[in-house]
């Protein structure tokens, strides 16, 4: 096996880290996955460009490089789009997967998920953000920190006050 197969083998590896948390990166800025999917592709893209550059990385830097390349991309799409996105994370799958609209509970289910849409979009986009890497990127507090060049704890209280906004936001649309 030469070097070609290993620094294959290398970016394979990456891939399969940093895919799910990248997308979610995307995911929560944009609101469309279709738009973080891309997002996500053309950054991997560019690892693989850079692919013998990265092979004697540190992990943390690469995790940093690998999210900064996200921002830029980030930058550029919202100046082609010259007006940001809102969030709409799940509603059409959430309201596919109830597709009888005459059941109260089905009702229930969309009027909850559409609930959820507008709480999320309302909130900050530092902690929509955090949000995304968390709950759709399953990262942890530490990973999401390295991304983002913020400290664990600041991360940790972000998701705090996202969540703590989500559930004040919720318990108002039920009220």
């Known amino acids: 096996m030469g070097k070609g197969r290993g620094l294959a083998d290398h970016f394979d590896g990456l891939y399969d880290r940093f895919a799910r948390p ?3 990166y995307f995911l929560g800025h944009t609101g469309d996955d279709q ?5 996500m592709q053309e950054t991997f893209l560019r690892v693989w460009r850079h692919r013998a550059e990265l092979e004697d990385m ?7 490089w690998l999210f900064g390349i996200g921002q830029n991309l980030l930058t550029d799409f919202y100046r ?9 994370h799940s509603t059409p799958e959430v309201l596919e997967a109830y597709p009888d609209a005459g059941s109260e509970r089905s009702r ?7 609930d959820i849409d507008a709480a999320i979009a ?7 953000e955090v949000l995304a890497m968390s ?8 990973e999401i920190g390295q991304a983002l060049g913020r400290p664990a704890g ?8 996202a969540r703590h906004a989500l559930s004040a936001m919720l318990e108002l649309a039920r009220q």
């Open 154 to 161: 600041t991360v940790r209280y972000q998701l705090s006050q």
């Open 108 to 114: 229930a289910l969309r009027e909850q998920a559409l």
């Open 122 to 128: 309302r909130l900050p986009e530092e902690l929509r």
């Open 58 to 64: 540190p992990e943390e830097r690469l995790r940093y």
């Open 35 to 39: 738009v973080a999917l891309d997002l």
């Open 22 to 24: 990248v997308h979610a």
């Open 80 to 88: 082609r789009q010259a007006v940001r996105s809102v969030v709409t």
């Open 135 to 142: 709950v759709l990127g399953e990262m942890t507090s530490g």
